[in-house]
């Protein structure tokens, strides 16, 4: 049985982008633009959530994701998460496509999609969910952008089927600030803040908070790098 934490945060990240951020962070929204054909990053992010009276869930993740033909961006992740001595492994495989490119003029959109399996405790791997969700990007204002998804989920697990959504916006340049609101149709939205910094040469490091608005509230603390190569 996974446990609620767990749950709850594995929740709130598929609500934010359908399963699969494509390296994004500090951002929670998808974004509808891809990564140039060739280029690529490696993201790891670590960290923790807790509810009150409840045990804290230690994770950890890394996403592999390059740029490809058809303005394409496939990724490929792996995460474990821990809590009251139970591991929980996770693995996913996804991919956005750029439909119409952003503009400075105009928003872009885009698709994202993916599929996910789960390593319970004592358990073999079996495929969890499956996930689709629409893209939008555009300029709001002068070097700050905003971002919308809506998606659908299918939890083989849970035998159920998820709306999720998030709307989101980030400040370009070597320092990002990031903000989201995010979550399904079956509980309350989480609230998410974040800051990024470029340190030169493709590296960045970045982290964030999220809290969830349900009875009782998840927080969430993390902190990651990227390479971009």
Sequence with gaps: MRHPIRAAVCAALAAASSGTSLADRPLVTETADVIDRGACQVEAAGGQARSSGAPRLREWDVI??????????????????????????????????????????????????????????????QRDDIAIAALVTGNLARRLLGHANVGWTRSRNARQDTTTWSVGMETEGDLVL???????????????AGLGASLGKGLSVNAAVAQQFETPRVRQVSVGAKIEF
Excluded: I
Excluded at 67 to 95: H, I, M
Excluded at 183 to 189: C, F, H, L, M, V
């Design 64 to 125: 592999a994701t390059c740029g490809t033909a058809f303005d394409t961006q496939p990724a490929l992740q792996y995460g474990q998460g821990r809590v009251a001595g139970n591991k929980e492994e996770s693995l996913r495989l996804g991919a956005k496509t750029t439909l119409l490119a952003p503009g400075d003029t105009r928003a872009g959109y885009g698709v994202a999609y993916s599929v996910g399996a789960l390593k319970l405790p004592g358990r073999s791997w």
């Design 178 to 192: 990031a903000a989201d609101a995010f979550g399904d149709d079956r509980s309350r939205p989480w609230l998410s």
